[in-house]
């Protein structure tokens, strides 16, 4: 199992940005690709869930009307859509996965049990 996240970069407050997740070595049909970020000083925070066998998605309540989760199924990509980014965005963020569907996503805390975990990558929200 391997993940690999990308898109990451500088963006300006009220900005758009879009992360991908390369999945390789496993069906994503059977699994849940999560993202996860961490801010300096705080604690990992799921922000969103997406259940491969049918592409749909939770999310975190504070961030479920900016985020968007979903996926490529010929290329075997998870993206976040990001919008109305701000600095309380800026984090790593990690794409995880886990067998089977989603749990909830709650704010504040990581709640799936993701087993496999991808490098994270950089985004910061500043002016």
């Known amino acids: 199992v391997q993940l690999q996240a990308s898109g990451g970069g500088f963006v300006q407050p009220g900005g758009s940005l879009t992360l991908s997740c390369q999945a390789s070595g496993f069906n994503l049909d059977y699994y849940s690709i999560g993202w996860v970020r961490q801010a300096p000083g705080k604690q990992r925070e799921e922000v969103s869930c997406?259940?491969?066998?049918?592409?749909?998605?939770v999310y975190s309540k504070s961030m479920k009307d900016r985020f968007t989760t979903s996926r490529d199924n010929v290329n075997n990509t998870v993206y976040l859509r990001m919008n109305s980014l701000d600095a309380a965005d800026t984090a790593v963020y990690y794409c995880?996965?886990?067998?089977?569907?989603?749990?909830?996503?709650?704010?504040?805390?990581?709640?799936?049990?993701?087993?496999?975990w991808g490098q994270g990558t950089q985004v910061t929200v500043s002016s």
């Open positions: 995880a996965t886990r067998r089977g569907r989603c749990l909830g996503v709650f704010v504040g805390r990581v709640n799936n049990d993701y087993d496999h």
């Open positions: 997406l259940t491969g066998a049918d592409g749909s998605g």
